[in-house]
């Protein structure tokens, strides 16, 4: 059995970075996998701009932002198998695949760096009541056929959610000639960002109905109809039935971090994000498994998806060259009052390198609130926050001197500003 | 009188007011693009458009493209029937013209993939 110094699963934005950054730090034995015909992952179907503000400084296309990711891997030659398809991983890092070409192989990493990406909730996830009939149809797989294969889904739609996508492909449909007749929302606030709602919705007049769902589809073969109706505490309040004809149904109503492989290697998830539980080198519970990207927690901003990717191959490089994988006291990442979840779970302060990355989402919207970060009884910073909302993920960086010290759990919350 | 919207010069949506009577003066920016939108958007709003063209011989039937630039808002569904009426060859390179000043704005319609 082959064995590689380290294994990607994935060729998407995070594949691509983490493979680039282990290269850069002298791992060079490298094989990714990638189930597509082409590298890039969601970003070749995410045709719209708004993408690498952060890392590029200026504003691209999900495919510019990809050829160029794109680009630089191909650069430094690093090893990639496209049409191959991941069967399994286990804890001892052995990994089966299977091509067209070499039919079923096994091999084996001295690390390996999961970057899966996530998938979308479906009817089923969310127990869409009424009828069965065709026509329902997640935001993003009407995404790939619309702008990858030049196949409009239907001309009359209505859209149940507002995460991004959904509001995306409302913008999208309607440039193509489609009717889109509103998108509901069953929460009180967007699931999407607020630029998406103004330049998706409000440019093309399209209703965002907060507070509202849909309580029945109906149509025997193709979908007809669907009503929408307002709810309070999520039950639906009687007599506020709208009905609207439509032919499609898209669903924007969440991402879920695709983690099928890291179940079966034992891999413990989180609650939350549905994602693997990592430490500050982005390593599962499992040794030498280490997962970033939307496999990880789903993001709202691909430039992110690039940093923790490059932290991740940075840190499965260093655990690749190092004989000493003692890493030192473990303290938690606690995430208290008005803290939705926070990536990574657990924290080494012996073994950060210069700064410890944090991810966080907040569990509702909040205006003018302090973002204290606290050890035991020690303040370790409060950073002021004018606007927070669980769609717009926050990224803190805080400095190794900061933590060195630490032996208490690193609990997070919001309070009233000082 | 005063107008209040949202910037969409970045993701974080900044919520922004501006003083029509006082020279579009912004205010509940964080950047210095929250103000140029602001001014912007409420005496000449443009916006970047993505779509696609039909290309034959390449590994998806669409190449994506868009404005190279912003082109105004009331353009828009004028450039999407010049975009239909376009058939391409691959291959085509990133940044590639598919169509000069396209519908008078003075903006090119370029690839935004290669294929």
Redesign the interface.
Same mark, same amino acid.
């Given at each position: 059995m082959r064995e590689y110094e380290a294994i990607v699963i994935g060729g998407g934005s995070a594949g691509l970075a983490a493979s680039v950054a282990l290269h850069n730090e002298g791992v060079t034995d490298i094989l990714l996998l990638e189930r597509d015909?082409?590298l890039g992952g969601i970003l070749?179907q995410c045709?719209?701009?708004?993408f690498g %503000?952060k890392v590029f400084k200026e504003?691209?296309?999900?495919?510019?932002y990809?050829?160029r990711y794109k680009d630089i891997f191909v650069e430094k030659n690093i090893p990639y198998k496209t049409n191959t398809m991941v069967i399994s991983c286990d804890k001892n890092r052995i990994v089966e695949y299977a091509n067209k070409d070499e039919g079923f192989v096994k091999i084996k990493g001295k690390a390996i760096i999961m970057t899966t990406g996530c998938y979308e909730r479906n009817a089923g996830a969310i127990q869409l009541p009424g009828d069965r009939p065709s026509g329902i149809i997640t935001a993003g797989t009407a995404q790939k056929y619309?702008?990858?294969?030049?196949y409009l889904v239907g001309k009359k739609v209505f859209i149940l959610g507002s995460g991004d996508i959904g509001l995306i492909m409302a913008r999208r449909m309607t %440039?193509?000639g489609a009717e889109v007749l509103g998108v509901a929302e069953i929460m009180p606030y967007s699931g999407g960002?607020?630029?998406n709602?103004?330049?998706c919705l409000d440019?093309y007049n399209i209703p965002l109905y907060l507070n509202h769902t849909i309580t029945s589809i109906k149509g025997k073969d193709h979908i007809e109809q669907i009503v929408l109706q307002e709810v309070k505490d999520f039950i639906p309040i009687k007599g506020t039935e709208k009905t609207f004809d439509v032919d499609t149904l898209l669903l924007s109503i969440g991402l879920i971090p695709e983690q099928s492989l890291a179940e079966k290697a034992g891999i413990i998830l989180h609650s939350k994000t549905k994602g693997p539980m990592v430490d500050e080198s982005y390593q599962t519970n499992i040794d030498g498994i280490f997962a970033c990207g939307n496999a990880l927690h789903v993001h709202?901003?691909v430039d992110f998806v690039s940093t923790e990717s490059e932290r991740a191959g940075k840190a499965a490089a260093q655990y690749i060259k190092r004989s000493d994988k003692n890493v030192g006291l473990s303290v938690n990442t606690i995430a208290n009052k008005g803290i939705s979840y926070i990536v990574p779970q657990t924290i080494h302060p012996k073994s950060i390198e210069q700064n410890l990355e944090l991810f966080l989402r907040v569990d509702g919207v909040y205006q003018d609130m302090d973002l204290v970060i606290k050890s035991g009884e020690k303040e370790i910073k409060r950073y002021k926050k004018r606007?927070l909302a669980p769609a717009?993920m926050e990224r803190i960086i805080i400095p190794k001197q900061w933590l060195v010290d630490i032996n208490h759990d690193l609990e997070i919350s919001l309070e009233a500003m000082k | 009188m005063i107008k209040t919207l949202t910037c969409i010069a970045c993701p974080i949506g900044c919520h922004l007011e501006v003083d029509v009577d006082d020279n579009y003066k912004v205010t509940g920016n964080q950047c210095k693009k929250g103000e140029y939108f602001g001014k912007k958007e409420l005496q000449n709003p443009t916006r970047t458009l993505t779509s696609t063209v039909i290309i034959q011989g390449a590994i998806y039937p669409r190449l994506p493209v868009k404005t190279s630039d912003e082109i105004p808002k009331d353009k828009i569904f004028e450039i999407m029937n010049c975009l239909n009426n376009i058939t391409l060859k691959s291959p085509v390179k990133v940044n590639q013209v598919i169509i000069e000043n396209v519908a008078n704005t003075g903006v090119n319609i370029i690839a935004t993939r290669s294929m």
């Open positions: 015909q082409e070749n045709i719209h701009n708004g %503000l504003e691209l296309t999900g495919p510019e990809a050829e619309l702008n990858m294969d030049g %440039l193509e960002l607020n630029r709602i103004v330049q440019d709202d901003l606007h717009e | -």
